[in-house]
Every structure is written in C-alpha cells, then in structure tokens.
Nanobody, 125 residues
Framework: QVQLVESGGGLVQAGGSLRLSCVASGRTFKYYYSMGWFRQAPGKEREFVAAIEWTGVTTSYADSVKGRFTISRDSAKHTKYLQMNSLKPEDTAVYYC?????????????????WGQGTQVTVSS
C-alpha cells in the first residue's frame, strides 16, 4: 500500500506564497511513480493543477496556474512540492497529492491510483 501525506496549507493574503509538500511512504511505492497535484473548491469538481514524471524533468500545469506554480520532487526523499506564488482568491481549495503507478504523467484524476487526505489553502482578498 502507498500512503501520501500533504502539508503546508494555510491562510495567505492575495499575492502571497505557500509551499505544499507531499511525502510518499509504503513498501509498494516505487521511485518511478509519476505524481500530481489536484484541487477541489467547494461545490466544484476536483481539478488538475500540476504533474511531474518520475525523473522530475518533465512537468505539466493547468493553464490557470502556469507561471505562478512550480512542481518539483526529491525522489531520494519520496517527497514532492508545489510552490505557489502570486496566489489569488480563486486558488482557494483543498489541495490533494496523488500518485500514479506508472512513469508517465497524466492530468486525468481517474488515472491516479493513490491520494492524500488533502490540505486546505485559503487565499484572502
């Protein structure tokens, strides 16, 4: 089994920054798993934010966060990060870490096998 634990959420003013972390554990977690971040605002569906393939070289972003958010990973620590800059009130949501059991990335939430419990990000105007 694989466990994902997010941290780093909180309350921040518009224009501020936060960095989310996600630590993966479990004997079945493999170094080649691709990973992603999704978010879900109240009354909305869970949406793709960013993804990174296992080498950390290739990344993908939703248009709404491109240029403001950066995804990265430290494979030795089984940890990935989401650096969020220039935050906007519309970024307010619960942010979820996800892992996919193969090396290639995906923006489709149905293609992820493991999920964290989520961390709340609130951006005030």
């Amino acid at each position: 089994q694989v466990q994902l634990v997010e941290s780093g959420g909180g309350l921040v003013q518009a224009g501020g920054s936060l960095r989310l972390s996600c630590v993966a554990s479990g004997r079945t977690f493999k170094y080649y798993y691709s990973m992603g971040w999704f978010r879900q605002a109240p009354g909305k569906e869970r949406e793709f934010v960013a993804a990174i393939e296992w080498t950390g070289v290739t990344t993908s972003y939703a248009d709404s966060v491109k240029g403001r958010f950066t995804i990265s990973r430290d494979s030795a620590k089984h940890t990935k990060y989401l650096q969020m800059n220039s935050l906007k009130p519309e970024d307010t949501a619960v942010y979820y870490c996800a892992a996919r059991g193969i090396a290639t990335m995906s923006s489709n939430r149905d293609e992820y096998d493991y999920w964290g419990q989520g961390t709340q990000v609130t951006v005030s105007s």
